[in-house]
């Protein structure tokens, strides 16, 4: 028995098989996706979270670049009641078209068409899962159905400086929010007519009706000229026929949200923004809330026990300030300052940890500082190791450093005492 719906039959589909290059070492043995963030979530679980919070409960998740933990934490974290029809299903490249993965976003929905012919919806919500951001889906659902477009295409403004990273939007002059034309990362991007320096950018996220996206997929597949993406070839193909439409993010009303957090979308796909979207939630007051539960962004981090702050051998407090800590984290007479702790990390005696961000499992040792620092999953640090003090040392340690300054230690590194 299916739930009883309202409105239009909707089925999201999650592209989740990106590779996150500019987040290595993050990304050396895990899709982009399924990058830890916040201490207790993934980078999935913000897509994942805005669609159940819209109400669209059926979810295929495309995966396919190391996408091991991702499909774990997908089928363990987002399991859901079949009985009323509700599913999030982590979905590997199909290889219908022969002994090949898929080529691009494009080709990863052509591979599934199965499953949107098995769920026979009337709209597709398509979303990236590389972004922190909260947005409510079926406005922009019900915009598409009003406008009569085939497909809409989610917008936020940017700088111009930035059009390379993003497909750019350029808008008819009537305002009635049909695109006249669609760029993906071009180098001489149109600037908006109100203001020279700011783009319109695609955000990733679609709206399809169901047949207008099985026709345009199908009809990229046969065409051995395009790169078979979404932004590069599936939009355009709308664009020309004047049946795309942009959808504006800043119309997008979320329940709870303040004045600060509004129209907040942040892409963490480079190391530097990954660590500054961190620092902005161990602010005093951050931009992007997560104790807005009326929108809430949510997971589950296994069972674990409290965090624990206790005081150390030689009676040295442990404690932690401005910081977000996970579960399971035991903080024994040492300090954590302006840091975010994910589950089950561990801080012994007369170490400081500043300014940085631990995954699961990492483990301090004692008389160690760490400054400015990611450490990844299960790292250990031996005792009396300095980490982001000098610099050229820690890249002579093998470590990776960006031009910040910030060094990034990642999984299954060997730390030297
Ligand atoms: P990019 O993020 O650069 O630009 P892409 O690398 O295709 O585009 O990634 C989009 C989403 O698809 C990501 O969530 C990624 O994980 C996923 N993905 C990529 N290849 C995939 C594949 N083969 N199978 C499954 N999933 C795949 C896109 C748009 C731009 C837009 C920016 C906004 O193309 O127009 O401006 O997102 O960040």
């Known amino acids: 028995m299916a739930a009883r719906r309202h409105g239009p039959k909707v089925l999201a589909i999650v592209l989740a098989g990106g590779e996150g290059k500019r987040l290595m070492p993050l990304t050396a043995d895990r899709a982009k996706p399924a990058v830890p963030f916040g201490g207790v979530y993934r980078l999935v679980d913000f897509a994942l979270s805005n ?26 974290t987002w399991r859901m009641s079949t009985v009323l029809g509700n599913y999030v299903t982590p979905v590997p490249a199909q290889q219908r078209r022969g002994k090949q993965w898929f080529l691009g976003s494009a080709d990863a929905i052509y591979q599934s068409l199965n499953l949107i012919h098995d769920e026979k919806p009337d709209i597709v ?62 180098s001489d991007p149109k600037a908006l007519a109100d203001n020279p320096n700011e783009i319109l950018a695609s955000m990733g ?15 990229d597949a ?22 795309a439409y942009a959808y504006d993010f800043k119309d997008n009303e979320i329940p709870g949200a303040t004045e600060r957090d509004k129209g907040y979308w942040r892409d963490v796909g480079t190391i530097d ?15 992007f809330n997560l104790y807005n539960y009326e929108w809430p ?44 702790l994910g589950v089950d990390a561990r801080l012994h005696s007369f170490s400081h940890v500043e300014d940085s961000v631990l995954l699961d499992g990492v483990d301090i040792g004692r008389h160690c500082r760490v400054r400015r620092a990611i450490i990844d999953k299960d790292v250990h640090v031996p005792d009396g190791v300095d980490i982001g003090a000098d610099l050229d040392a820690d890249r002579a340690r093998g470590f990776t450093v960006t031009d910040s300054g910030i060094v990034v230690i990642g999984k299954g590194t060997v730390i030297k005492p």
Not at 222 to 243: A, L, Q, T, W
């Open 51 to 76: 669609l159940a919070n819209s109400g669209y409960i059926k979810m295929v998740v495309l995966t396919q670049y190391k996408s091991h933990s991702l499909d774990r934490h997908v089928s363990m």
């Open 125 to 186: 919500v398509v979303v990236g899962a590389d972004h922190v951001y909260r947005m409510d889906f079926s406005q922009m659902v019900e915009q598409h159905i009003d406008s009569g477009a085939r497909v809409s295409v989610a917008a936020i403004r940017q700088e111009i400086g930035l059009a390379y990273q993003f497909g750019v939007i350029e808008p008819t002059d009537d305002g009635d929010g049909r695109i006249a034309a669609f760029r993906e990362k071009p």
């Open 205 to 219: 996220n679609y709206v399809f009706d169901a047949d207008a996206l099985i026709e345009a997929v199908t009809t």
């Open 222 to 243: 046969d065409n051995d000229d395009s790169k078979h993406d979404m932004g590069g070839d599936i939009v355009p193909y709308f664009v020309e026929r004047g049946e």
């Open 273 to 287: 923004s990954y660590f500054e979207a961190h620092m902005d939630l161990v602010s005093i007051h951050p931009i």
């Open 297 to 340: 962004i949510v997971t589950s981090p296994g069972n674990y026990p409290p965090a624990k702050f206790v005081r150390g051998g030689s009676d040295e407090q442990g404690i932690a300030v401005s910081s977000a800590v996970s579960p399971g984290c035991i903080i024994s007479g040492s300090v954590a300052n302006n840091s975010v």
